[in-house]
């Protein structure tokens, strides 16, 4: 066993305590470190929006290189602040509809390529020449494809209409195994977590593995 | 002015978008080049509105001295402290991202880690077999499990082979059912937005006209 | 006494899972990996580059998800730096910036490339992804700057590949956790651009991606840990993926007992 001599390790694996004490019970260890947390993480983001894009948008684009017009949209984004001002909020909502529509343009402009892609995968040929399991495959992913999309029409009443009524119940049972796997992959990536921090507490910091 | 502006201004972009992507004209002059800087202009410059909003609550609990005012201090000078070091150093500084890998990546990791702990908890609480459905659903969930884990494959080969199936086929077949749902929902929003009926990212403007 | 099966205190039962998890990280039990179909095509498509192409990464995790990305992280550089493939790095997540810079740092170490040259972190950037698809039309302009500040047309790797678009960039491989990620290389850089795509995602997303694998929109799928550690095998660097798989094993089991304990408390409550 080789324990850490380096004090950021050290540092690391005494936030990690505090951080994990909250599972026995609220505690002001954990509460100092959820602060910190938070104060850190802002401060982060932050430096990462001036450092990464506006510092070399003032210093490069606009000093040194001319580009007077993105002065524009600083200006423009700079509005948002007056949410601050209850008599001026008002102004706030004009960079907000930009993004919000912009977003939504995007979405309209952009989306529908992957979502055709999809649509005609749907619809291949079942068979698969000399490979009879594919085919079975193929047949039984179309069947509860197609159920699930029946079990999503709420406007027919399934009851009454076995047309929609009999694929909306295979595709109940499609979506419960979907959500089965769902479940499986969230159980793997919460453990897989744990097991990082492990690697860290028994590894970084204590040295007891490799 | 107030209520239609800003309506005006989510029309023009999303149009802009669209116009970008799908005109050849919008092509020829690399609309969306500009457009796409515009708006990362005014994004970025919304980089210290939730920093301005945590100053305003944890530095009125400092001022009132309300219960845990010093964990709101510790808040208030890791984040300001740590965005000076990010603007004097820059994100690739040496003490800032001593910072980074020691303090917040641990602290970061280790709150996320407690899921491991809670979905444990909940699966050994809520995890009833209580209906049909909700036994399919474990089945799917145990067969992802054991097939994913390597000591499952070990006890039985096939576990391996009924995860797979379960994840390429039913799994498949369900969620690309979900994402068709999900897409044409986003498609439908996103027009709802443009042509303001939906208006509640505008705020306090009576949200979705029906 | 099936009341009390149902009712156990919740920090016996965070104890027994910490101990289970943490017996095979102290003693591995070195359990087979089989390798799945998936991870295999994804190390096959970037084991049919070339030397020189341009391999480029999307960061997009942050130190939450680091165990199960992180790995496939290594992997995805390990083999890009052993074929002399070109890096190019972009981040959707802020922390995927810092996470992939220690990364690209210790190999390129490792394998002697050189930053600049061989492979460059362009960081990450404010509204990622629209400034993703503004990387289709030109680098310099929608970046401005690598993650050191530097200005994009002053680093000699950068003055061949101008844009992310198939005539620099032969392959793009997406680490993602969530949204930003996968779904905007889908769109931006799959569809609009036609540069094939693969994806490295978290075990909670994989099912979610898989009919995006099924349509051959990404070539192959790294999947969570498990994925981590297949990959970490192909390219014979086992490490912390390979080694938390027996932790995940046993991680498994415990969930299934605790499922099994708690529903042998509800049946037997019911009867009685």
């Known amino acids: 066993m080789h324990i850490s001599s380096d004090y950021g390790v050290w540092l690391g694996a005494i936030l990690t305590f505090f951080i994990l004490s909250y599972l026995y019970k609220e505690n002001p260890f954990f509460r100092f470190a959820e602060h910190l947390f938070v104060g850190v993480a802002t401060g982060f983001g932050m430096t990462g929006d001036w450092d990464q894009y506006l510092k070399p948008a003032i210093t490069k684009d606009i000093i040194k290189d001319g580009k007077f017009w993105e002065i524009l949209p600083i200006l423009f984004g700079l509005l ?45 040929r079942f068979a698969v020449d000399g490979s009879p ?33 009999y694929p909306a119940w295979i595709g109940r049972w499609a979506i419960m195994i979907g959500l089965g796997a769902a479940f499986g992959g969230t159980v793997m990536a919460r453990i897989s977590l744990f097991i990082g921090r492990l690697q860290f507490l028994l590894g970084n910091w204590l040295g007891a593995v490799k | 002015m107030r209520k ?49 909003n945590l100053t ?8 009132r001295r309300r219960s845990g005012y010093a964990f709101s201090i510790v808040l208030l000078v890791a984040m300001w402290a740590y965005f000076v070091l990010g603007v004097i150093e820059g994100y690739q500084g040496k ?81 690309r059912g979900i994402a068709i749902g999900a897409y044409l929902g986003g498609f439908v929003t996103a027009l709802r937005i443009l042509l303001g009926i939906e208006r509640a990212h505008l705020g306090g403007m009576g949200g979705s006209v029906q | ?48 580059l070339k030397s020189g192409d341009v391999l480029w990464i999307g960061g997009d995790y942050g130190p939450s998800s680091a165990p199960e990305l992180s790995p496939m992280a290594v992997g995805l550089v390990t083999q890009a730096f052993k074929k002399n493939l070109k890096v190019v790095v972009y981040c959707m997540w802020q922390d995927g910036a810092q996470l992939m810079q220690t990364i690209l740092e210790d190999a390129g170490k490792k394998y002697n490339k050189t930053e600049g ?12 992804v629209i400034v993703l698809r503004n990387l289709t039309d030109n680098i310099a302009n929608a970046a ?50 036609k540069i094939p795509i693969s994806v490295g995602v978290t075990a909670v997303s994989a099912p979610g991606a898989m009919p995006y694998v099924r349509a051959g929109q990404y070539k192959g799928i790294l999947n969570g840990m498990r994925g981590a550690a297949e990959y970490e095998l192909l390219n014979k660097i086992p490490g912390p993926a390979v080694k938390g798989m027996d932790a995940q094993s046993l991680g498994h089991f415990m969930i299934l007992i605790l499922v099994i304990l708690g529903n042998i408390g509800y049946l037997m409550s019911r009867k009685g």
């Open chain 3, 117 to 128: 040259t061989d492979w460059v972190n362009l960081g990450w950037k404010p509204e990622s």
């Open chain 2, 95 to 175: 003490n800032f991202r001593w910072i980074y890998n020691n303090l917040y990546r641990n602290m970061d990791a280790t709150m996320f880690s407690m899921l491991c702990f809670y979905i444990a908890s909940a699966a050994y609480r809520a995890f009833r077999i209580r209906t049909r459905e909700a036994t399919v659903l474990l089945i799917a969930a145990a067969l992802v499990m054991l097939g994913k884990a390597p000591l499952g494959e070990t006890i039985w080969a096939k576990f391996g082979d009924a995860s797979n199936w379960i994840m390429r086929i039913p799994n498949t077949a369900s969620m």
């Open chain 1, 133 to 165: 399991g594919q085919t079975i495959n193929n047949i039984i992913f179309w069947v509860m494809l197609m159920g699930t999309l029946c079990y999503f029409v709420f406007t027919v009443n399934r009851e009454k209409n076995k047309v929609f009524g």
């Open chain 3, 1 to 48: 006494m099936w009341e009390k099966l149902q009712n156990i205190d919740r920090r016996w039962i965070y104890l027994l899972m910490a101990i289970v998890i943490m017996i095979p990280i102290l003693k591995p039990m070195g359990l087979p990996i089989k390798t799945s179909e998936e991870t295999q095509t994804v190390y096959d498509a970037i084991g049919a």
């Open chain 1, 80 to 124: 948002i602040y007056f949410q601050f001002f209850p008599k001026l909020s008002w102004l706030a909502r004009f960079p907000m509809s930009w993004w919000v529509g912009y977003g939504s343009g995007y979405v309209l402009a952009f989306s529908p390529a992957p979502f055709i892609t999809q649509i005609n995968n749907s619809f291949q």
């Open chain 3, 144 to 193: 401005k700057t690598d993650f050191h500040g530097k200005a994009i047309d002053s680093i000699p790797l950068m003055q061949q590949v101008k844009a992310l678009d198939p005539k620099y960039v032969a392959f793009a491989f997406d680490l993602s956790t969530g949204s930003p990620g996968t779904s905007d290389y889908l769109k931006y850089i799959y569809e609009a651009k």
């Open chain 2, 4 to 52: 239609e502006l800003p309506l005006i201004i989510t029309l023009i972009g999303g149009l802009l978008a669209m116009v970008g992507k799908w005109t050849v004209w919008g092509d020829h002059i690399k609309l969306l080049t500009y457009t796409d800087q515009f708006d990362t202009l005014v994004g970025v410059m919304a980089m210290m509105v939730g920093a301005i």
């Open chain 2, 56 to 63: 305003r609550i944890h530095g009125l609990n400092v001022q």
